[in-house]
């Protein structure tokens, strides 16, 4: 019987931790992930959870361990926020071009300066292009439910990729919410053993990990890692179609909300589609064509379905809760524009481009009831007066 | 477990031959010598360092052990996480065997970016000897200053100058700085000293808790020396007082070297050519200065050692 329960997003994912039982799991608290790392270890220290918990000095060393782990042919698994992912940075292409099975819990929180321990997507945005599997969540359930979907897409031998999972810090890592837990033993069944491919630990057939690969073979390396991370697209669908079977929540590369016959639609990630979909919904009731297309999988990008999900609207904005400072757009924005690019269609809508909710700016009703007369306004003029603008700043 | 060269030499060498480190490189007879004092399955994790890039570049690797390169600053970091899916992989029945756990690193990676992660492993109390080269500057990269420099050295990055004579600051006692991490087995030694290293080795990986081994291994290249001489510096360098032979067992200093006829250091600064400055007059008290510091240093560490 699935069980009902009342959480935090960090609560959730600890829960998450607790039911996927990672052999060790490395953490450095940081905010807002701190209660996370708290309650996995109250989870050792209580016999509840029977995980090597590796109390590091830093996040640095926390992927360090992590990596080790894996590659060890241990489950392994931390979290992260913000400083921490960046302090990580040099590790993460390291643990994906090695082909680790690690995953991250990320609680999205934006960089300094000026400090700020709120949501923005700085963090795991610029972490886009590390070679990690990147999965982003609405709300508690999703990040529960995704977390548990990453280690079986993470140590399945057809993609043996880290996956990081992100939620919007303190908006969903510090609110309490409704979700639906599954059993312990349908996690572990549906998850079943890691079975590494080359395991340290096997010290009878020795292998050397991390050579160093000079430009005769750097190149295969990348090659193999682009690939990898390419086809895992198929893997991701097939375990959320197993999950969806097992828990009755279907998960997709996106979520398409009312975008079927959308004329104005707007793309975004993590907890401010919930926002959004209120909106769509009153807009709907009077008539307005709105739809959402929030986005679960971003790496891999999936290019071509969001094309074929977006290409018959009017105008659409993309909405983001980063800046690629001094770039053509935000991250989404550019990848969406890229994959028009390379499309064989025609149709295509308008696009711009906001950025949102910085350093935890609340996004509100209004605020998104604008986006959509901006889109609206932008379809009677017929074209794009300014593609890329702040929302909610003072001038 | 006394180390016997007969019963060593029968041995098969899990650090093998056809690397590509220098001939005359203090740091690959240490290596030979570490991997043949090892006793059983061990996994090994290495910083990125001259021995990294000279031992495994695809698609060639000198390790017949479990080897992984992570990255510069986290040998003991990785190390650690190994240690730990050991832990729990054995907890759970899917590993049986008694595994040891070695991490390596240079003077930069173990004195400098790489303390942190150094420290932090230790005081964890993962099970694993961690053994610094230590040939005292970057040399990988081409022989710049570390913590681990001594004064008046000249490197890329420290040189000597018509203005300033190399090295200004003394280096740092990682070896003190180690023990007072309270970790069960902490020694110095130098693979010219083959036994006395072996014999360390041994010791560590027998303790149970971290350890750590700071090795003193020439440079040839760095140090400006020559080559043959690799093995009589290191000689040198303990017999000045420069690099006491010393270990301290469950927080006991104990000598492992008495040293009996203390030569001046001016005989361990003359083969090498990063020092040659040295030898001008107006650099004389350079020289005294560092002569000074050894002296005290040897008797601070006479006093913190325990009659045998």
Same mark, same amino acid.
């Given at each position: ?395 | ?15 093998? /031959? &056809?690397? =590509? ?5 203090? !740091? %690959? ?8 004092? *090892? ?125 300033? /004579? &190399?090295? =200004? ?5 990682? !070896? %003190? ?8 087995? *902490? ?122």
């Amino acid at each position: 019987m699935a069980r009902l329960a009342a959480l935090t997003g960090n609560n959730a994912a600890a829960e998450a931790i607790r039911q996927i039982k990672p052999d060790v799991f490395a953490a450095y608290p940081i905010t807002p992930q701190t209660e996370m790392a708290e309650e996995v270890a109250q989870f050792v220290a209580d016999g509840i959870l029977d995980t090597e918990y590796i109390p590091v000095e830093s996040e640095h060393s926390s992927m360090s361990a992590c990596i080790g782990a894996s590659l060890a042919g241990a489950r392994a698994m931390t979290a992260t926020a913000s400083c921490g992912l960046a302090y990580m940075w040099e590790l993460l292409p390291i643990a994906a071009s090695l082909r680790s099975s690690v995953v991250m819990a990320v609680v999205n929180r934006a960089f300094n300066a000026p400090l700020n321990i709120h949501c923005s997507h700085d963090d795991s945005m610029g972490a886009r292009d590390s070679g990690w599997i990147q999965l982003y969540s609405e709300n508690a359930q999703e990040m529960y439910d995704n977390l548990i979907q990453a280690v079986k897409i993470a140590e399945d031998e057809t993609v043996r990729l880290p996956v990081m999972v992100c939620m919007d810090g303190f908006i969903i890592s510090h609110a309490v919410e409704r979700l639906l837990l599954l059993e312990d033993k349908k996690v572990k069944n549906f998850l079943g053993e890691f079975k590494p491919a080359y395991p340290l630990l096997e010290v009878n057939n020795p292998v050397t990990l991390g050579a160093c690969a000079l430009p005769d073979y750097y190149t295969e390396h990348k090659k193999q890692h682009s690939e990898a991370l390419r086809h895992s697209i198929d893997k991701i669908m097939g375990v959320a179609n197993e999950y969806a079977k097992l828990s009755g929540r279907s998960y997709s590369l996106f979520e398409s909300y009312q975008l079927a016959d959308a004329e104005y639609g707007i793309v975004i990630l993590n907890s401010a589609a919930g926002v959004t979909k209120a909106v769509v919904d009153k807009l709907r009731k009077e008539g307005v064509k709105a739809g959402l297309l929030k986005i679960r999988v971003y790496r891999p990008f999936p290019a071509a379905q969001i094309v074929q999900a977006l290409k018959n609207l009017k105008v659409v904005a993309v909405l983001e809760r980063t800046d690629s400072f001094g770039g053509v757009g935000s991250p989404v924005f550019t990848d969406i524009s890229a994959a028009f690019m390379e499309a064989s269609t025609k149709e295509k809508p308008l696009m711009v481009n906001y950025v949102y909710g910085l350093g935890g700016r609340d996004v509100g009703l209004e605020d998104i009831g604008k986006v959509y007369a901006n889109l609206q306004a932008i379809n009677q003029r017929g074209k794009i007066e300014k593609s890329f603008a702040y929302l909610q700043a003072r001038e | 477990m006394a180390i016997n060269l007969k019963e060593i030499a029968k041995k098969e060498e899990l650090f093998t /031959p &056809g690397h =590509r480190l220098c001939a005359g490189c203090g !740091t %690959a007879v240490l290596m030979r010598q570490v991997m043949l004092a *090892v006793e059983g399955p061990v996994v090994v994790s290495m910083a990125t360092s001259c021995p990294f890039v000279s031992t495994a570049t695809y698609p060639y690797t000198a390790w017949k052990v479990p080897w992984i390169h992570n990255a510069f600053e986290n040998a003991p970091a990785t190390i650690s996480g190994v240690e730990a899916a050991y832990k729990a992989l054995r907890k759970r029945g899917k590993i049986t065997q008694e595994i040891k756990f070695i991490s390596m690193a240079g003077d930069g990676g173990t004195y400098d970016i790489g303390f942190q992660a150094l420290s932090g492993a230790l005081e964890r109390g993962h099970r694993f000897l961690h053994i610094c080269y230590n040939n005292e500057a970057y040399m990988n990269t081409g022989i710049q200053r570390s913590g681990a420099t001594p004064l008046g050295a000249h490197t890329t990055t420290s040189p000597a100058g018509k203005l300033i /004579p &190399g090295k =200004r600051e003394f280096r740092k006692d990682l !070896t %003190a700085i180690i023990a007072a991490h309270d970790i069960p087995y *902490v020694a110095q030694t130098t693979p010219f000293h083959w036994r006395d290293l072996m014999t360390k080795v041994q010791k560590a990986l027998t303790v149970d808790g971290p350890s750590f081994i700071n090795v003193l291994t020439s440079c040839h290249r760095g140090w400006r020396s020559d080559i043959k001489d690799a093995m009589q510096i290191l000689r040198l360098a303990v017999d000045t007082c420069y690099w006491p032979l010393y270990e301290v067992v469950n927080g006991k200093w104990r000598l492992n070297y008495k040293v009996r006829n203390k030569l001046p250091v001016i005989e361990w600064i003359k083969p090498q050519g990063r020092f040659a400055h040295l030898l001008k007059e107006e650099n004389q008290p350079i020289v005294a200065q560092i002569q000074q510091k050894i002296d005290e240093n040897w008797e601070k560490l006479l006093a913190r050692c325990v009659a045998d």
